[in-house]
Every structure is written in structure tokens, then in C-alpha cells.
């Protein structure tokens, strides 16, 4: 598990970068490229495979299109019947200890991958745009607490905001 991960630093180092974006007027792809760097940088060493953004496809069609990534490409686009997509309507994260777990509804972007962390990205009404997902080729390397770290990075940088109540939803 990554719980030995610096989030507070990341957190802090993702406060810079959307201090830095917002000064610069940065495109939303600009900050999630910066963070998809910072993250690999931490995260890599520890189990981390790859590390990416998908965004919903604003035209309409029940799939998701990936953005910013490290450090291979992955499959694009994708269905919502995989973690991400669930994560994406679910709007909570979701930690795949084992992905043959998910049987069928596994999109299988790297053969190698044993488990996943996706975090919703949520505009300030609550709305999810996108998620943040994170491979890794060692099983049960993501925690609840690396969840919760990297919920705390994406809002530190402004790419998402916290989740309303559950009496809103």
C-alpha cells in the first residue's frame, strides 16, 4: 500500500501549481498535466504503473476520453462500465485491490496491472467532469487512506472540489 505517500507535500506542491495556473490563466489540461507529473514523480517509485485523467466526452456519448497521462498511453476512449466509469457516476473513489475482481467490467489498458485507484473529479456543483486513475502492477497496492490523500491533491489544485453531503446528492 501507498500510505507511506508524502500527501501533505503533494497536496502543498499541488496548492503551487494552481496558484501557478490560475496566475498564467492555464488550461485545465495544462494544471493536469502538472499534476499528472508530480504525482508520477512520488508515486512511481512506490508501485505506481501509470497515472492519468480521463474526462467525460462532452459530446454526449456514454464514454471518456483520456487526457494528461504518465507514462504510456493508455486506451482511449473508454466505456463506463469500467472502474473509471463507475467511479465517474458513482461520484466516489474507488479502490480495486485485485481488477479480476471486476471480471468483465475490467478495461484491461496494460495485461500487467493487478490494481487500481480512481478518484472522481467533481466541479463545484457536484457534478463529476472526469476522474484521476492510478494502475499499479502490484496487488492491493492502494488503500481507502490513498484515496482520501489523493482526493486532498486533486482539490489542493483546484481540479476538484469536495464532495457535497449525502443528503444533497
Known sequence: MMTDAPWDE?????????????????????????LVDLLWN?????????????????????QMILRARRDTPACSPIGLHGACGQ???????????????????????????RSELVVPCLNRDGTAWGVLDADSHLLGAF???????????LEASGLSFPRHSPSSD
Open 10 to 34: 503533494m497536496a502543498r506542491a499541488a496548492s503551487r501549481i494552481a496558484a501557478t495556473s490560475s496566475a498564467a490563466a492555464a488550461s485545465r489540461e495544462g494544471t493536469m498535466q502538472s
Open 42 to 62: 512520488a508515486l512511481h517509485p512506490r508501485g505506481v504503473s501509470w497515472i492519468g485523467f480521463y474526462e467525460a466526452d462532452s459530446s454526449g456519448e456514454p
Open 87 to 113: 467511479c465517474l457516476l458513482g461520484r466516489r473513489a474507488l479502490v480495486v485491490r485485485d481488477v479480476r475482481e471486476l471480471g468483465e467490467g475490467y478495461i484491461a489498458c496494460d495485461p500487467l496491472d
Open 143 to 153: 488503500s481507502d487512506a490513498d484515496a482520501v490523500g489523493l482526493q486532498r491533491v
